[in-house]
């Protein structure tokens, strides 16, 4: 086919697309002519994304730490770009399943490694000042990852280890909710009192968190894994993605998380609180909160040693500091 004759048939199959959607093929031909090309900056909205960093003080340090949790928000945004589209199928495609999960834990990956910017990559005396004008923010206020959790695993698998055995899915999604393991990572121990960090969360996210919760009932990636049949359910590749998955989001990011805390809150022993005033030395550690996406697909060794293995590859208990 001739290049006159590829042109003419393109026009055609457009004025079909546009006759059986009862639109004009003319007015848009117009609009694609009076149209500006398109530019890289613009196309990703450069000059508004470059401008989302404005550090509250004049420590050069806490751009760092701003760009890096943008970027970090960024990535939850592609977890749960994925997430949502395992919930939302329903072809039971296993090789679709498989495509999608290896994604997450790209992302997750990529999220684990690039931790070593937090750990090192600042000065903890500029760090342990600028935070001061911080109060009460906190990493903790991250609504995107717990949505990433309840899109993960029903709700009952995220109330606190305390409580666990006490709830089941026959308690309601608002029950539920009440206990998760992270709002005790934010609530005095001593008086049962909720940080400002959590009182400001729940009043600007419980309404999405709720009804978000509420559609993935029965539909979360866990459910939607245990609905696959008998053949695609032991599928050894997905279930290996699935752990893996597990292992990165509830293993390997918080002992990132551990790893940076302890490297500029808890050193010269002398420990300093978070900005949000969690209690992070029992909210942070895997083993301790032992939240797992996928429980059935883990033996009952890895299920009684959570977390326990990789923590003790890097903190040691004892000296209660972070083996960097």
Known sequence: MDKDAKIASQINKLEEKYKNSGQDLSSYLDGLLYERYLTYWDYIHLD?????????THFPDEEIFIMYHQITELYFKLILHEEKQIVEDRSQDVAFFIEKVRRINSYFKALISSFSIMIKGM???????YRMALLPASGFQSAQYRMIEFYATPLENMVHPSERDQFSSENSIEELFEHVYWKKGATDLATGEKTLTLKQFEVRYTPRLLRIANQVKNS???QKYLQLP???RNNEELIL???ELDLNANVNWPLMH???????LAKE??????TGGTNWKEYLPPSFQKIIFFPTLHTKEE???????WVDHVFNPDKQEYKE
């Open 269 to 274: 022993g002398k420990d300093v609180e978070a």
């Open 258 to 264: 551990m790893g940076s805390a302890y490297r500029y």
């Open 241 to 243: 993605a699935l752990k």
């Open 220 to 222: 979360t990636i866990y």
């Open 303 to 309: 299920l009684d040693t959570w977390g326990k293995q």
């Open 230 to 232: 008998d053949s695609s």
């Open 123 to 129: 000065e903890r005396e500029q760090f342990l000042r």
């Open 48 to 56: 508004t994304l470059l401008s989302l960093q404005v550090p509250r």
